[in-house]
């Protein structure tokens, strides 16, 4: 099956003194009918992606193609391709259902037709009662909704969404978060989305591509970038984690035994070919305390923050060096130990990921 | 507001020197409009109020074809440089940069730099060849040197309205696949109204105020309301330039009015 947009070697420099490469040859390949994210910290190119998609850049080299077809030559009035701007960009000399009514319009469809979808679309995103306003008179998450509906409207094949929530306060942006799921479900459009808040990547993905940098670090699944982070950056970037010091003691085809700075040793997965230091990654929540004697790392519980549903141990490590645990509380339960105490940190060396440079 | 740390008005003599350039400002104007409603002929001596001289310039044919003529000019001159103007506007705010970008919009604003008597002469010697060459002497020599000198007049506010300009608007209608034609007469147009209209109000008061230019380039008998006034005043002054004065401040007042409405309107 062809990709819905699939791009080679895409780079884009900004001419300047010096030059700003703000993408580095970057492969992206994403799915028909696929939400795909593209998360990162500011700077990290990950607009620029947008941008060259919806045509408003040209990229310095590298290829961009939709369905198979090459998009390098076609303007973006000539792209089956809309976008939801990260201000909404909503006309404001139209009305909210001129607006959504432009790009079918432009596309000179029958005035009976275009009246339909609009119609449609108003109730898709439930503004009906509001076709008439301008949408200088509607609130920030209405003008959110419009948004949408006018990107919709036209029924194209890849939508673009440049952190369509950002504007918005906590409990509508959580609200938006599964509505736009539930409307790329139903509408089989493939959605790529830009933020740089990594639990709404989480949320709402099929699979998230992880930036820095101009370069895309890794591509996977919510649960593959939280569970196994390629290297440091997405490990750090994507929820808390520990960063331990290994070294390999044997790697025998990615099957490796590791030693830890207590002299314990662990069995993990590794690259093949890896050697030497490595560090390794655990997240708070799959370690828990235990005796010193059962412990992978032994050191002394520094301090226990209540957190509501969760407590976070900072256990101080034989190397000075500080293990954050997160342990669920439960009514019944309580840690059974007090600051102070010397613990272990106990872990499965299944969680343990080893990370690359 | 918070206190400012420099505040001028707290500064000795502020006052004062406030009012005596107000007074400097606007002293003269109020004499002027004052003795348009002189009952008697002079500009100097108050004879008591009368409506006189504003009867006889209504009645007055010079003044009538001098005012005529100011305002066809205007006219005229206004549509043209105001075109020209949202032309060189969308020149040099929706291109790639490029080289002399910075050398074009100087040339543009040229005349705001030249001396007006340089250009007057530099007209006045222009035209005389064309009028040699062709014969042609009517009216549109002025319209042109008009629509020339108000090209900056229009072309400032309607490329600060362009700046200003939120361009994801435009990039979300090309998105909606509106051509480049479309975006223009269905986004950028209809949000740049308000600064074609302060721009050709702008150019049609600074046409309508011209003397100098218009003195070098006028042919015989194509007095405009100023080149006429000026005319008069050579030989006997009477209330009567003050009444056609007066009324001139009150259209100008009225553009202007009309001018900051509409950049308010605007936000």
Redesign the interface.
Known sequence: MTNAISARALRKVYPGNPPVEALGGVEIDIADNEFFTLLGPSGCGKTTILRLI???EHPTSGTLEMFGQSLLDL????RQ???V?Q?Y?????MTVAENIG??LE??GRPKTEISQTVGEMMELVQMSHLADRQTGQISGGQQQRVALA??LA?KPRVLLLDEPLSALDFKLRKNMQLELKRLQTETGITFIFVTHDQEEALTMSDRIAVMSDGAIRQIGSPREIYDHPADRFVADFIGDTNFLSADVVENRDGAATLRLGSGRTIAARAAQGVNGRVTIAVRPEHARLGTPAEGLLAGVLSDAVYFGTDTHFHVTLEDGTTFVLRQQNSPDSTAGFATGDPVGVCFPAEVAQVLRD | MAERVFDIRKQTGFTTIAFACFAMLYMPIILLVVYSFNAGTSIAIWEGFSWRWYASAWENEQVQEATLRSLVVALWASGISTTVAVLAALATTRTRRFRGQTAVFALINQPLMVPEIVTAVALLIFFAMIKVATGYTGLAYLILAHSAFCIPFAYLPIRARLQGMDLSLEQAAADLYATPFQVFRRVTLPQLWPGILAGAMLAFVISLDDVVITEFVKSAGQDTLPTYMLGQLRRVVTPEINAISTALLGISITMVIAYTLLSKFRK
């Open positions: 919806a045509g408003f303007p973006p009035y000539k391709i809309n976008t701007f201000s960009a909503l006309f404001p000399h432009f790009g432009m596309l006018r990107a036209p």
